[in-house]
């Protein structure tokens, strides 16, 4: 985008949100809240140090929204923005040279979903946000970490997802379920979280990438600095990928906001028009 | 909503959209992206609910009949960091609303852009998110 369609961008922006003034008694939508590091202008200095435990830990704790630059959604004069939404949302691979490594049956799997129009998509059926897919879609997550527990919370469906610190081990045989079992260790700085348990029936993307109860995900959280995290995500599932794969997306900080529930089942009509 | 405000914006020739929404929950497919609906007509509620917000249009077809037209918006979280209130738009309300429709529901769309029914562009595509500073060293 040119560096005057940029300055429309915010131009524009500028403008509407005058025009849509947002109260100060609205939520917590633009509450200042304390800790945040600030420029003097009193913004928030994104590009701050990463913030730590009193142990001397990285502290992950704060709201969290894909790093989609708005530029990148900008495509004309005028900035009529779509929906701010990581490319890996449609597919997890779409970084990877020649995509995700399917084996036959997933590969199957996902090009039948994907002429399907997504119409199966569990996420269409408000099912919960799971994880690792959950950090690719379009709404905000809280981190809550303390020294041994690191709780997530997700807008969608209100959901949680814990990831024990406290040494135990994975589940032998796990019941699987939407978020799995997950543990964690420390890598000098990065945060290495390793998940099995997980269902059979779960998609990583919209386009359908399989993953199965054999998998093992292993997400390595880094933050870089206070506004940014990158993870990797890690996954072996040897049933529907012929070898391990990894990919790395990027979070970025939310602050001076607040989480604001989306409770799927609450108004969902969009099944019925895939009739 | 100021009116004033946004009559400024038209008269420097700008025009504002909703953008195309509600991805947040589906893939989209049910509605035809590239085909075009605009109606002009009075609105009779904003609800206000999740997976998407919705806005409901009556309108006169070519035989004067009043047609209620389903509008899908993105999620109320969504609407609400983009500045929308759940009564920025109320029943009674002149609207203009642009929007793809669904492939097999003739009054059901995925909203657009809305303008109010002189024309005049409402609220914006844009969900103000915090982007990080570069990496150091990175261009």
């Given at each position: 985008?040119?560096?005057?369609?940029?300055?429309?961008?915010?131009?524009?922006?500028?403008?509407?949100?005058?025009?849509?003034?947002?109260?100060?008694?609205?939520?917590?939508?633009?509450?200042?809240?304390?800790?945040?590091?600030?420029?003097?202008?009193?913004?928030?200095?994104?590009?701050?140090?990463?913030?730590?435990?009193?142990?001397?830990?990285?502290?992950f704790s704060g709201m969290w929204f894909a790093n989609v630059p708005a530029k990148d959604y900008c495509?004309?004069?005028?900035?009529?923005?779509?929906?701010?939404?990581?490319?890996?949302q449609i597919n997890l691979g779409i970084k990877l040279e020649g995509g995700l490594p399917y084996t036959?049956?997933?590969?199957?799997?996902?090009?039948?979903?994907?002429?399907?129009?997504?119409?199966?998509?569990?996420?269409?059926?408000?099912?919960?946000?799971?994880?690792?897919?959950?950090?690719?879609?379009?709404?905000?997550?809280?981190?809550?970490?303390?020294?041994?527990?690191?709780?997530?919370?997700?807008?969608?469906?209100?959901?949680?997802?814990?990831?024990?610190?406290?040494?135990?081990?994975?589940?032998?045989?796990?019941?699987?379920?939407?978020?799995?079992?997950?543990?964690?260790?420390?890598?000098?700085?990065?945060?290495?979280?390793?998940?099995?348990?997980?269902?059979?029936?779960?998609?990583?993307?919209?386009?359908?990438?399989?993953?199965?109860?054999?998998?093992?995900?292993?997400?390595?959280?880094?933050?870089?600095?206070?506004?940014?995290?990158?993870?990797?995500?890690?996954?072996?599932?040897?049933?529907?990928?012929?070898?391990?794969?990894?990919?790395?997306?990027?979070?970025?900080?939310?602050?001076?906001?607040?989480?604001?529930?989306?409770?799927?089942?609450?108004?969902?009509?969009?099944?019925?028009?895939?009739? | 909503?100021?009116?004033?405000?946004?009559?400024?914006?038209?008269?420097?020739?700008?025009?504002?959209?909703?953008?195309?929404?509600?991805?947040?929950?589906?893939?989209?497919?049910?509605?035809?992206?590239?085909?075009?609906?605009?109606?002009?007509?009075?609105?009779?509620?904003?609800?206000?609910?999740?997976?998407?917000?919705?806005?409901?249009?009556?309108?006169?077809?070519?035989?004067?009949?009043?047609?209620?037209?389903n509008f899908e918006l993105p999620s109320p979280n969504t609407l609400m960091r983009r500045g929308w209130?759940?009564?920025?738009?109320?029943?009674?309300?002149?609207?203009?609303?642009?929007?793809?429709?669904?492939?097999?529901?003739?009054?059901?769309?995925?909203?657009?852009?809305?303008?109010?029914?002189?024309?005049?562009?409402?609220?914006?595509?844009?969900?103000?998110?915090?982007?990080?500073?570069?990496?150091?060293?990175?261009?």
């Open positions: 985008m040119s560096t005057s369609s940029r300055w429309w961008c915010g131009a524009l922006v500028a403008i509407a949100l005058a025009a849509n003034p947002v109260s100060a008694l609205a939520q917590w939508l633009d509450y200042k809240a304390p800790g945040v590091p600030r420029t003097a202008s009193g913004a928030p200095d994104l590009g701050a140090p990463t913030p730590r435990t009193p142990d001397g830990k990285p502290d495509k004309e004069a005028g900035c009529i923005q779509e929906e701010r939404m990581a490319r890996e036959d049956w997933s590969r199957e799997q996902m090009v039948a979903r994907r002429a399907n129009g997504g119409r199966e998509d569990p996420h269409t059926y408000c099912k919960p946000p799971n994880f690792p897919r959950a950090w690719t879609l379009p709404q905000y997550i809280k981190i809550v970490q303390t020294p041994s527990l690191m709780v997530l919370l997700h807008e969608f469906n209100a959901a949680y997802r814990e990831v024990f610190l406290d040494g135990r081990p994975l589940p032998e045989d796990p019941n699987p379920t939407w978020n799995g079992y997950s543990t964690a260790h420390w890598d000098g700085d990065t945060l290495v979280i390793e998940t099995n348990g997980i269902r059979d029936d779960m998609w990583l993307d919209i386009q359908g990438s399989p993953v199965t109860e054999s998998a093992r995900v292993t997400e390595r959280l880094t933050r870089v600095n206070y506004g940014l995290m990158s993870i990797e995500i890690a996954v072996d599932d040897p049933k529907a990928y012929t070898r391990p794969w990894s990919v790395t997306i990027e979070m970025a900080a939310q602050v001076d906001t607040t989480m604001l529930e989306e409770i799927c089942l609450d108004d969902e009509q969009d099944v019925e028009l895939f009739r | 909503m100021n009116r004033r405000g946004v009559r400024g914006l038209l008269l420097v020739g700008l025009s504002l959209a909703v953008g195309t929404v509600a991805r947040a929950h589906h893939s989209q497919s049910e509605f035809d992206l590239d085909a075009k609906v605009e109606v002009q007509g009075t609105v009779t509620k904003l609800e206000w609910k999740s997976p998407h917000g919705r806005l409901y249009v009556d309108v006169k077809n070519d035989k004067g009949e009043t047609v209620s037209w209130k759940r009564d920025s738009l109320k029943a009674g309300d002149a609207v203009i609303v642009t929007g793809a429709p669904a492939r097999n529901f003739p009054t059901i769309a995925i909203a657009t852009a809305i303008k109010d029914g002189n024309g005049n562009a409402l609220f914006t595509g844009t969900t103000p998110v915090l982007e990080p500073a570069p990496i150091q060293g990175e261009p």
